[in-house]
């Protein structure tokens, strides 16, 4: 049996996608066990996301059903309503004197220039992933979330490539910590040595034409079996988009 190294091998989180490949979109649905605490840290100048102001400090719900990772902008957040509806039929959600309300928070990124426009995922993608969840290893690469994600946008149009989704645990004094990742990036991809996977010099000079505003988005789900407080996760959190940058240009910033 291969070995799990995905964040399906932290206890009790589950993984599914759906996966348009004509049309180069997609959605991913990470799924959690309960009792547990979310917290969420947004950046950029154009989000899209939904509930995800649930998941600051102070917020009166702190626990979560599961996150939707999807393809199709801002269209793309319909899907966390088909997620809804399977977790309300399975029984999960906030409890309220009217029944169930699950707790979805979802995000998207910009991939319309990837496939047909017109062609996104909706309600029905959201719940055909929520029904291929499984525990064992997440499937990676042009899946899901993942299908129409690229990298180097920064290069000019002539140089961009396409990326995808991926994840791995890492054991921290015995803890495990795993992430998922769609790498939706203007920039590149880099091994943890700093060698460039997406090839190119490292600094090849300005961007060949002046690139789209508003449309790279990286997104991230981090899960890690232990006791936290939702100030404490939210600080995780924080730490976790160091994980974006490489080391040299980390150095540089800190530096100045």
């Avoid at 547990?36 to 899209?48: F, T």
């Avoid at 959201?126 to 064992?136: C, D, E, I, K």
């Avoid at 910590?177 to 590149?188: F, I, K, M, Q, R």
Wanted: aromatic residues 4%; hydrophobic residues 40%.
């Amino acid at each position: 049996m291969t070995e799990n190294r995905t964040i399906t091998s932290v206890s009790g989180v589950e993984v599914g996608h759906w996966t348009d490949e004509e049309n180069q979109t997609g959605t991913t649905v990470v799924v959690f066990p309960e009792p547990n605490v979310a917290a969420v840290e947004v950046r950029g100048a154009a989000p899209g996301s939904r509930e995800t102001a649930l998941l600051a400090p102070g917020m009166r719900v702190e626990q979560i059903q599961a996150i939707v990772l999807s393809g199709g902008s801002a269209f793309g957040l319909a899907t966390a309503d088909g997620v809804m509806r399977a977790l309300e039929a399975d029984g999960r959600g906030q409890p309220t004197p009217f029944g169930h309300v699950p707790i979805v928070p979802a995000a998207v990124i910009f991939d319309l220039d990837s496939g047909r426009p017109a062609n996104r995922p909706g309600p029905e993608a959201g719940a055909s992933a929520y029904a291929a969840r499984s525990n064992g290893p997440v499937e990676m690469g042009r899946v899901g979330a993942g299908a129409g994600a690229t990298v180097s946008n920064w290069r000019g149009q002539d140089a961009v490539q396409p990326s995808g989704l991926g994840s791995a645990v890492v054991d921290v004094d015995g803890l495990a910590v795993g992430a998922l990742a769609v790498v939706n990036a203007a920039g590149d991809v880099f091994s943890l040595e700093g060698s460039p996977l997406t090839g190119g010099a490292p600094d090849p000079g300005p961007p060949a034409s002046v690139l789209p505003p508003l449309t790279q988005t990286t997104l991230i789900v981090v899960a890690v079996a232990a006791r936290l407080d939702r100030m404490a996760l939210g600080r995780l959190s924080v730490r976790s988009q160091d994980a974006l940058r490489s080391e040299e240009h980390t150095s540089e910033l800190q530096s100045h």
